[in-house]
């Protein structure tokens, strides 16, 4: 891990993505190899969640055409996809009662 | 942990009432909050290495109205029925059951249902709880089986040319809060139809809806819905005006409750 003054842009993070994981750390930023999991090396409720997470993303093929449509439209301004937009709704973050 | 997603939706639209059905894989027990104002929309951000990054918008709710889903427990098939709303309007939706995957809602994504300021027809509203008597119509083709199995044949097939019209069998539709009708069709030809659905009143026809049908092929969603409204005794009328041949494949009337 180095110390850095602070981070590149994020068109230079991105680029080394895979490579070196820049990073925050109690506001200081930094620089590591990117870090390499193994699924034998994940405790068994990363391994749920992450299960939980890919059948959650795979069913949006599931969802019907007119409800794709609807969240191909409410993607079109934002970064997010239709999918990652169903995906947020699953796990409660895309509505809230004021 | 629990989850679904939607797999079927439908917005059945009436004059002043909105029907709303759904399907998710997974059985639950849905609620549906719905306002005829847009929700809010506030942005959401994430960091990314360090860098604060807008990454899509969240609905924020004032006070929408919360209605059950009609299916008692937990089930695969939701029905919720939105009556006396105001026309015209917009009213916009989403469905949602608490104790998702991490102790906080599962969330349908927004949807939004068109009223059109059709004044309601007084011949339907007199229909209500009249009788109690179940029933289902369905075909499958060739023939039509209604309630007890007798077939109906001859609504196969309407004409080839000009305005062409089949009946279906009488049918008691009173005793359940809304009543669905799907319907498969297909044109042949190089030629256009329209098709006109009436519902029988009693004293007369009235017309329940009209759809233009585009020449060759079935329907994409293979089938079109909407409400029917409660008669003791009803019956429906297909009518094709239009210059192709028109097939109507399968008519399911489905009012389990």
């Known amino acids: 891990m180095a110390r850095l003054d602070s981070l590149p842009s994020l068109e230079i993070i991105q680029g080394f993505k895979g490579v070196i994981d820049y990073f925050v750390t109690r506001g200081i930023p930094c620089a590591r190899r990117w870090p390499r999991y193994s699924?034998?090396?994940?405790?068994a409720p990363a391994l749920q969640a992450a299960a939980l997470f890919g059948a959650i993303v795979q069913a949006y093929a599931l969802l019907p055409a007119n409800v794709k449509?609807?969240?191909?439209?409410?993607?079109?301004?934002q970064p997010r996809s239709g999918r990652d937009i169903m995906v947020s709704g699953v796990l409660g973050h895309l509505h809230e009662h004021s | 942990m629990t989850w679904w997603v939607e797999t079927y939706l439908l917005c059945a639209q009436t004059a002043a009432s909105l029907a709303v059905l759904a399907e998710t894989n997974l059985a639950d027990h849905l609620f549906m909050s719905w306002s005829y104002l847009h929700p809010t929309r506030h942005p959401i951000f994430t960091t990314i290495r360090g860098v604060l990054k807008p990454c899509g918008y969240k609905y924020i709710w004032d006070t929408p109205?919360?209605?059950?889903?009609?299916?008692?427990?937990?089930?695969?098939?939701?029905?919720?029925?939105?009556p006396a709303?105001?026309?015209p309007s917009t009213i916009w939706f989403y469905l949602w059951a608490p104790a998702g995957p991490y102790g906080l809602e599962i969330q349908s994504p927004l949807h939004r249902a068109d009223l059109a300021a059709l004044p309601p027809h007084p011949d339907y509203l007199q229909w209500l709880f009249n009788t109690n008597m179940e029933g289902w119509v369905q075909t499958d083709a060739p023939v039509i089986w209604f309630n007890d199995g007798s077939p109906l044949p001859g609504?196969?097939?309407?004409?080839?040319?000009?305005t062409a019209a089949v009946e279906s069998p009488t049918f008691d539709t009173s005793w359940a809060p809304v009543c669905y009708l799907t319907f498969k069709h297909k044109s042949v030809g190089g030629g256009s139809n329209t098709l006109a659905i009436h519902i029988w009143t009693g004293i007369g026809w009235a017309l329940l809806t009209t759809y233009y049908l585009p020449p060759h092929g079935w329907t994409a969603a293979g089938a079109i819905?909407?409400?029917?409204?409660k008669s003791a005794v009803t019956k429906i009328r297909f009518t094709k005006y239009g210059f192709s041949t028109w097939y109507l494949d399968t008519i399911n009337v489905d009012f389990t409750p």
């Open chain 1, 39 to 43: 699924k034998g090396r994940m405790s």
């Open chain 1, 69 to 77: 449509q609807e969240l191909t439209l409410e993607a079109a301004d």
């Open chain 2, 65 to 82: 109205t919360i209605v059950e889903q009609d299916q008692a427990g937990d089930t695969t098939a939701h029905r919720f029925y939105l």
């Open chain 2, 85 to 87: 709303l105001t026309t």
């Open chain 2, 155 to 162: 609504c196969l097939q309407l004409g080839s040319t000009g």
């Open chain 2, 225 to 229: 819905n909407f409400a029917v409204y």
